[in-house]
């Protein structure tokens, strides 16, 4: 282990993320009854520019009247590059109750853009003798961002999690998509032909073309101590789709993925929740390991297998993980 010590983020259940329009006052109520982790109430790219106010009023109202239950609430802001900005910090800080745990900052380009929104929310928040301190969450989605997604990470106490937007991404670096999130059937490799028979099929393997992206910025977070977040998958009637982009994020080391439309919150929950027989499994390692220590045994066995300090590591996480999400 490395005499650097990781301090971890807060810890939240992050396995489904739900995007909610500020413009639609209807949604942001129905939001509440839904069963995600994390809702982020949007003032950026689902608000048209003729709505940004109204949405900003209708996200305060809903922060402080409605009643959100145990879920981490998030506003996300419009970008540094806008005018809308520095208001969002300003009213929702100003006006919206402790109730708000974070704020969602999007096409984030380097550390000085945490910095400066880290200012203003601290002054804020020092003026109006806010007793709760926002945390931050951040989307990378841009080739700037993902250039710099290490100091990024580690540019404020307030970070908590880095989010894959993969929509802007796709955007910024101009790669070549179809739906959003998707993969493209153009990504892939054709097996070669056989030296011995001419006439062996050959077979072509989609490759997933995101894979680079989310597995350089679950490294910088979890470097940094923070909660990887897969973004959005946008044809929302392709639960096979979904669930398919979902693992993959999952084996990758993330926490959770975005849910653009209410129906894909129970698929991110189910596939970010460890199964039954995993926790079990994990449970026998550690029951496995406490009673290796009380035998003085260093090396813990189960079922006739050596089990390794990683496994311990994983398993601990696994059944921690399970813990929140039985109190949740
Ligand atoms: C999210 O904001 C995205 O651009 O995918
Ligand atoms: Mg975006």
Redesign the pocket.
């Known amino acids: 282990m490395s005499f650097t010590i990781i301090e971890q983020a807060p810890a939240r259940l992050n396995r489904s993320e739900l995007a909610v329009p500020g413009s639609n006052a209807r949604a942001l109520e129905k939001a509440a009854s839904l069963d995600a982790d994390v809702i982020f109430l949007d003032l ?2 689902a608000v048209a520019p003729d709505e940004k106010e109204q949405a900003r009023k209708n996200v305060i109202a809903a922060i402080n009247t409605v009643d959100w239950g145990k879920k981490t609430l998030s506003v996300r802001i419009n970008g540094l590059d806008t005018h809308y900005m520095y208001r969002d910090v300003v009213d929702v800080l100003e006006q919206a109750s402790d109730r708000l745990d974070l704020i969602m900052i ?1 096409k984030v380009g380097t550390a000085a853009d945490v910095y400066a929104v880290d200012m203003l929310v601290t002054q804020v928040e020092n003026a109006k003798g806010r007793a709760k301190r926002v945390g931050f969450e951040l ?1 990378i ?1 841009t080739a700037l961002g993902m250039a710099n997604v290490d100091e990024i990470a580690r540019a404020s106490k307030r970070n908590e999690s880095l ?1 894959f ?5 796709a955007a910024s670096t101009r790669a070549r998509t179809t739906v ?2 998707g993969p493209n059937p153009l990504y892939g490799v054709l097996t070669d032909r056989s030296d011995d028979d001419p006439n062996e099929p050959r077979h072509y393997h989609w490759g997933d073309m995101w894979h680079y992206a989310i597995a350089r910025m679950v490294v910088a977070a979890r470097a940094a101590g923070l909660r990887p977040v897969d ?2 998958f946008g044809d929302f009637k392709d639960a096979d789709g979904y669930r398919a982009q979902a693992n993959r994020a999952a084996v990758l080391g993330c926490e959770g993925k ?1 849910a653009i439309h209410p129906t894909q919150v129970d698929l991110a929950n189910s596939v970010y929740s460890p199964s039954e027989a995993e926790v079990t499994k994990a449970r026998r390692i550690l029951e496995a390991m406490e009673q290796a220590t009380r035998d003085g045994k260093g090396a813990v066995q189960l079922d006739g297998r050596l089990i390794d300090i990683a496994s311990i590591k994983q398993a601990e996480n696994l059944v921690r993980k399970a813990a929140q999400i039985a109190g949740g």
């Not at 937007?165 to 991404?169: E, I, K, L, Q």
């Open positions: 950026e790219d999007p989307i989605e989010h937007g993969v929509a802007d991404y959003i999130g973004g959005p975005w």
